[in-house]
Every structure is written in structure tokens, then in C-alpha cells.
């Protein structure tokens, strides 16, 4: 039997249904089919995005700084896991200066945690800090060893040793090297090392443009966005498509930024949008953004200690989204009994549905027997209780 080649329209199907991770490594490995491959759409599951990684499926592409030699047992930790998440400067400080070095495709996100009334330790402050904590060092390595101990001299080692080497003026006694690591779930792919003559954001852009550059637009399912501030060293030319998207609750000054990656995201509204709940959320221009009240689905997940009933008034009581599941979240009988007025009211759609967690069964049946003496509130006589 002869052997057929492959046409063209075959390749495209194929193609089209082979698992994103699969298609990068042909695209990489057999250069003549990288035109063809990059004509097809690609479709991603699962797309995770922080400034030192990138996860597609189950396949996270990652570079961090590593450092072999003389080193406090915390950063050898770090090594561990895969190195430092940021540049460093000659003395072992974490470098933020490169956090302004900007270069197209780069998208900017603030930290949802941050507060701007918030005002960084001077120069002075941190130097006492950590000469207290040197003294702290002293007297508790001439105390008598046990496990604890030993823990607290090696975060405080940790702590003042960049310090130190800025203050004696002595250089530290490592080489750094920056680690590419492509890892799964369960084992870890391919591992390349390469000398610290290029900064870790120039590695995370490299190997950004290498999988996810000249494709227009990438379909996404599930879009997850790094939360906690910083650079995403991307591609000027990627564009993704997402349905459902995770992010921060800072959300109306960083979706700006990521609107530039996001072409036309509007168009018919987002299938579902999940929301880490923090005080920032309040705010108006968020809890009222048009991407937030046109999603389908809108999923508040909030900090176990946070206290989310003081958002209900402002973000749930206001929501006209299909669907809204709250997790952590416990509100009061009054709050649930105004939202079903509210839903009553409005006329809210057949379908529209709110999940809530609740504090205990007889609150729950209490809100049910409340709600049975409003006219069209309830309509059966069936409550399931799981």
C-alpha cells in the first residue's frame, strides 16, 4: 500500500484538534509546518498568566533565577522551587528598577492589595530594622539550639543578607544562572540553564514570544490573570479570546491594561467571570464595569476572613447577571430577604439564580417560612435541603 501525503485541508483539521501543548512542540520541532500551524486557530482549555509563568493545560513554561554557592538556607529553598521570581542587583537585592522597563505587549497589573495612602519604609527605617534584626541574630545563635530556633536564624539570615553585602561592599560568593523549565502536573519535561547575561523579564518575553506570538486571536476557555501586581512580559502580537476569565478585584484599572490583549471581549459578554474579592471591589468602577454586569455568570470567591456582607448592598443587591455564586460568603436573613424583593421586583428573568453558603439549617428554614407569606415568591410546595 502506498503512502499518501497529507493535504493541506487535512493538516488544518488535524491541526485544529490536536491539544494546544502538542501543536507548540510540533510547531518548534518541524519548522516547514509552522506557517500551516499558525494559519489554524489554537484553542486552549486552561490559560495561566503570571510574570515569571505561563500555564497552558496541564504544561507550565516557567523561568526563574538561580543561584549556586554560598547561600542562606532560604534561598537555597528558593532554588528548590524553581529559583527567584525576580532580577536581582549585584549585592542580591530584589531589582524593581526593571519593573519600568517597558517594551510593546507588556501588560501592566496593580496589585489588589496595594493602598495608595500606604507609605514605603525610608532608607533609614529598613537600615535600623535590620541592624536590629543582626543583633536579633547574635544573641540567638549563642542560645541553646532546638529546631524553632534554628528556623528563626535562617529567615533572618535570609532577611539581612543582601542588606549586609550593600553595607561591607562585598560581592556576593554565587553564580546565578537564569532556569527555563517546562513541568506537568506530575513530572518535569525539559530543564535548560543559561548564564545571567540577559535579565529574567528578557526570558519570560523570549519564551513568551516563542509559544504564544503571530496567532490571531487564541481561544481560551478559562483565563486565569496573575492577581498580586507586577509585569506580564507577553507578545505584541498575541491575542486571546477568552469565555470565562479569573482575575483580581482591582478590576477596573487593570482591565484597562488588559484590554489591549483582549480584542473586542464585549462582543455578546463573557460566559463567566470570577472575581478574588477584596475591599477594592467596593469601589463603583468596578463592582459596575460593563464587563462585570453583562458576564453570564459572575462568581465572587471571598477571603475567608474578609467581611463580605459589607459588598452586598453595593455589588450583589446591584447585579444583573444570569448567575452569581458567592463562596465564603454568609449573608444575613434581612440581606437575603431584600435581595428576593429586589429579584421580585425587577422581574428578573426565569432562570436568573444566586448561590450563597448559609450559616446554619434553621436560618435557611426560617428564610423559606418568610418567604412563603410573599405573594409570588415561592411557587411549589418542594424544598430540597443538601
Not at 540567638?140 to 543582601?162: G, P, S, T, V, Y
Not at 447585579?319 to 440581606?335: D, I, M
Amino acid at each position: 500500500m502506498r503512502n499518501k501525503q497529507l493535504t493541506y485541508p487535512s493538516l488544518q483539521v488535524i491541526l485544529q484538534y490536536m491539544e494546544a501543548n502538542k501543536r507548540i512542540h510540533l510547531s518548534h520541532s518541524a519548522p516547514a509546518l509552522r506557517t500551516a500551524e499558525r494559519c489554524v486557530h489554537l484553542s486552549i482549555d486552561s490559560l495561566s498568566i503570571t510574570p515569571c509563568c505561563i500555564q497552558i493545560n496541564s504544561l507550565a513554561y516557567a523561568v526563574g533565577l538561580i543561584r549556586h554557592g554560598s547561600l542562606p538556607v532560604g534561598a537555597q529553598e528558593m532554588n528548590k522551587f524553581g529559583g527567584s521570581a525576580y532580577d536581582i542587583t549585584e549585592f542580591g537585592e530584589i531589582d524593581h528598577s526593571v519593573d519600568s522597563l517597558l517594551s510593546p505587549g507588556d501588560v501592566v497589573l496593580k496589585d489588589v492589595e496595594a493602598d495608595e495612602e500606604d507609605e514605603e519604609m525610608t532608607t533609614v527605617e529598613v537600615d535600623e530594622l535590620l541592624r536590629g534584626e543582626e543583633k536579633r541574630l547574635k544573641i540567638l545563635k549563642n542560645k541553646k539550639w532546638n529546631e524553632k530556633r534554628q528556623e528563626e536564624i535562617d529567615e533572618i539570615e535570609h532577611l539581612i543578607f543582601a542588606w549586609k553585602n550593600r553595607r561591607d561592599n562585598k560581592k556576593p560568593d554565587y553564580t546565578c544562572y537564569l532556569k527555563m523549565s517546562i513541568v506537568s502536573v506530575s513530572d518535569v519535561k525539559r530543564v535548560e540553564y543559561m548564564e545571567y547575561n540577559k535579565k529574567l523579564y528578557e526570558g519570560i518575553k523570549y519564551l513568551a514570544t516563542k509559544i504564544l506570538s503571530h496567532r490571531y486571536p487564541i481561544q481560551v476557555n478559562i483565563l486565569n490573570i496573575y492577581t498580586e501586581g507586577g509585569v506580564l512580559r507577553l507578545p505584541p502580537t498575541m491575542r486571546l479570546k477568552p469565555r470565562k476569565i479569573t482575575m483580581g478585584c482591582n478590576f477596573n484599572e487593570n482591565w484597562e491594561s488588559l484590554e489591549k490583549i483582549l480584542p473586542d471581549p464585549m462582543e455578546g459578554g463573557l460566559n463567566e467571570l470570577k472575581l478574588i474579592v477584596t475591599s477594592k471591589f467596593d469601589k463603583p468602577e468596578n463592582n459596575c464595569h460593563s464587563v462585570v454586569t453583562t458576564a453570564k455568570s459572575l462568581i465572587l470567591e471571598f477571603d475567608e476572613d474578609s467581611d463580605s456582607l459589607t459588598y452586598f448592598d453595593g455589588t450583589i443587591m446591584r447585579s444583573k447577571n444570569q448567575s452569581v455564586y458567592v463562596t465564603n460568603g454568609y449573608p444575613t436573613r434581612g440581606q437575603l430577604t431584600m435581595l428576593i424583593d429586589k429579584i421580585l421586583e425587577d422581574k428578573r428573568e426565569i432562570g436568573t439564580r444566586f448561590t450563597f453558603g448559609v450559616h446554619n439549617k434553621k436560618m435557611l428554614l426560617k428564610l423559606m417560612s418568610a418567604m412563603r407569606e410573599r405573594k409570588n415568591a415561592i411557587r411549589g410546595g418542594y424544598f430540597d435541603w443538601r
